[in-house]
């Protein structure tokens, strides 16, 4: 394989996860369930709310670690591209700590998800469905 090509998959390596970390930024899936407007339109008790917020912290904690990790990822990326000799060996190493990183951080929020959704009651589930259903033919619009 070339130098070259390596280098690019490294490159756009790095560029897609600085993308997500970005992305990561914005109101998460937990975050909305807890606004005043998700607590009134689907009627979440205190203890609905706690248990929410319990689990979306917990997940919060998890994230500031694969932050601390993928911070180390792009510095060992860095050194790979700046030696004098380039370790393809190691470029594969790296991208499949990349990939497992990305394989434990979906699995976390997936689980976190289920927990918030056993949570809720039947009524609540069908509330926040059609939520989903708005926001989904909302975007739909502004896509067009």
Do not use: C, Y
């Amino acid at each position: 394989m070339k130098l070259s090509t390596i280098l690019s998959a490294v490159i756009l390596t790095g560029s897609i996860l600085t993308t997500l970390a970005v992305n990561a930024k914005g109101q998460g899936h937990g975050d909305f369930l807890l606004s005043k407007r998700a607590v009134a339109a689907l009627d979440l008790t205190v203890d609905q709310q706690t248990q929410i917020k319990s689990i979306i912290d917990e997940l919060r904690v998890d994230k500031k670690a694969f932050k601390s990790e993928r911070k180390a990822n792009r510095e060992a990326f860095r050194a790979l591209v700046e030696a004098d000799s380039f370790d393809e060996e190691q470029a594969k190493a790296l991208m499949a700590d990349i990939k497992a990183e990305r394989f434990e951080k979906m699995l976390a929020h997936l689980k976190s998800r289920h927990q918030i959704w056993l949570l809720l009651t039947v009524e609540q589930r069908e509330k926040l469905a059609e939520l989903r259903e708005k926001r989904k033919n909302k975007q739909g619009r502004h896509n067009k």
